[in-house]
Structure formats: structure tokens, C-alpha cells
């Protein structure tokens, strides 16, 4: 069953914005670390922002100020605000919720919490 769906990336021209979304209704685990991860094409998987439980949120120091995360009042979505765009920020992005070990925002895995599917960002120069 799909917990975590990830909705909102497209094509857009460089200095761009999207906003990506991820519905977490389905998700029933504790919620203690939430976020955003992109994989480029040939690249590692890299974490871009996370929120923990008092709603502190941390970015990627490629992304800090362009990138906001943020979620709705009954935190069953969250939302990646990408403005600025750049060609770099081209991949594809996954929405993460508790994939965190111990601390949020430190080390991650992909075998741990839940993960979705993937929305594609592509952003031309």
C-alpha cells in the first residue's frame, strides 16, 4: 500500500518555481521526521529538506532560500515550494516520512519508514 504520494513536478524553464505536494493521510507511523529527497539521473539519492515533530524545518545548503517546506494545518500534506530554479535542480523528488536514524535530518535510509513513489522535476537552462 502506498502511504506517501508525491504530486506537482512538470517542466519548467531555469528561474522557474514548482510546488510539489505529498499526501501522508495514509501514512500511520509516528510522523517524527517528514521530507524531501531527489535523486539525479546517475547521482546519489540526497536529502533537500526535512521537518521534525515541533515543525523546525533544515535545507540543503544547495537549496536554502530558494526551497520552502512547509505543510498544511492537519499535517496530512506536505509541501516542497521550489522557486529560482536551476538546471541543477533537475531530478527525480521523493517524499520521506521517519526514514531518519535517531536524530531528524541525520542519517537516513531507504529500508527505513516510508517512502513514495517519486515526482519528476526537469528544468531547462
Known amino acids: 500500500q502506498v502511504q506517501l504520494e508525491e504530486s506537482g513536478g512538470g517542466s519548467v524553464q531555469a528561474g522557474g518555481a514548482l510546488r510539489l505536494s505529498c499526501s501522508t493521510s495514509a501514512y500511520t507511523g509516528r510522523r517524527d521526521c517528514m521530507g524531501w529527497f531527489r535523486q539525479a539521473p546517475g547521482k546519489a539519492r540526497e536529502p533537500v529538506s526535512h521537518?521534525?515533530?515541533?515543525?523546525?524545518?533544515t535545507y540543503a545548503e544547495a537549496v536554502k532560500g530558494r526551497f520552502t517546506l512547509s505543510q498544511d494545518n492537519a499535517k496530512n500534506t506536505l509541501f516542497l515550494q521550489m522557486n529560482s530554479l536551476r538546471p541543477e535542480d533537475t531530478a527525480m523528488y521523493y517524499c520521506a516520512a521517519d526514514s531518519w536514524v535517531g536524530e531528524c535530518g541525520g542519517t537516513w535510509s531507504r529500508s527505513l519508514g516510508s517512502w513514495g513513489q517519486g515526482t519528476q522535476v526537469t528544468v531547462s537552462s
Open positions: 521537518i521534525d515533530s515541533d515543525g523546525r524545518t
